[in-house]
T-cell receptor, first 114, second 115 residues
């Protein structure tokens, strides 16, 4: 089955700097890659996603890049703010039109230092 | 949390007891999922259901059971056969659109502690 590795497990950046979180996946058939943000004691919230027919997607300060050849995708957060502090999870799925089974990475705890 | 409710938020259980976690959604979503979250291990899939009266095992189904009698409800029972049930349990759902990559929306979670 699919295996997703996520790095780093913890990340601290100064407010205003950029943060990058990287994930690799094992199954070349995976075609959907969402990123979730989870605040303490809450359920994960989708922040951005990308499908395998796209190399990059951006939404304001957040961007995701996908390298299908290397089986690698990354989350980029620019101009970080204190409210960006949370745990971030990447995921991958072999999307089969209604049979969505996500495999998650182990998470990155991002801390923004004021 | 987008119309997915989980109850209770905190649950305490004695060893040897079965306990049922509730998950309800009013989003008219088709598929529903249960995940378990442990520190440092991300989310692992327990069971999922694409339609009413049908469900499939995920990666860690042993010691758990589910039912899907109504589209909006997908309760999870943690049985006494689950060796290490203390964890944070998350329910999710999606509206299947017939295209690749439908978004999973998560509930707020239930924290189960076995005493």
């Amino acid at each position: 089955g699919e295996n997703v590795e996520q790095h780093p497990s913890t990340l601290s950046v100064q407010e205003g700097d950029s943060a990058v979180i990287k994930c690799t996946y094992s199954d070349s058939a995976s075609n959907y890659f969402p990123w979730y943000k989870q605040e303490l004691g809450k359920g994960p919230q989708l922040i951005i996603d990308i499908r395998s027919n796209v190399g990059e997607k951006k939404d304001q300060r957040i961007a995701v890049t996908l390298n299908k050849t290397a089986k690698h995708f990354s989350l980029h957060i620019t101009e970080t703010q204190p409210e960006d502090s949370a745990v971030y999870f990447c995921a991958a799925s072999i999307s089969n039109f209604g049979n969505e089974k996500l495999t998650f990475g182990t998470g990155t705890r991002l801390t923004i230092i004021p | 949390d987008g119309g997915i409710t989980q109850s209770p938020k905190y649950l305490f259980r004695k060893e040897g007891q079965n306990v049922t976690l509730s998950c309800e959604q009013n989003l008219n979503h088709d598929a529903m999922y249960w995940y378990r979250q442990d520190p440092g291990q991300g989310l692992r899939l327990i069971y999922y259901s694409q339609i009413v009266n049908d469900f499939q095992k995920g990666d860690i189904a042993e010691g758990y059971s589910v039912s899907r009698e109504k589209k909006e409800s997908f309760p999870l029972t943690v049985t006494s056969a689950q060796k290490n049930p203390t964890a944070f349990y998350l329910c999710a759902s999606i509206k299947t659109s017939g295209r690749a990559g439908d978004t999973q929306y998560f509930g707020p979670g239930t924290r189960l502690t076995v005493l």
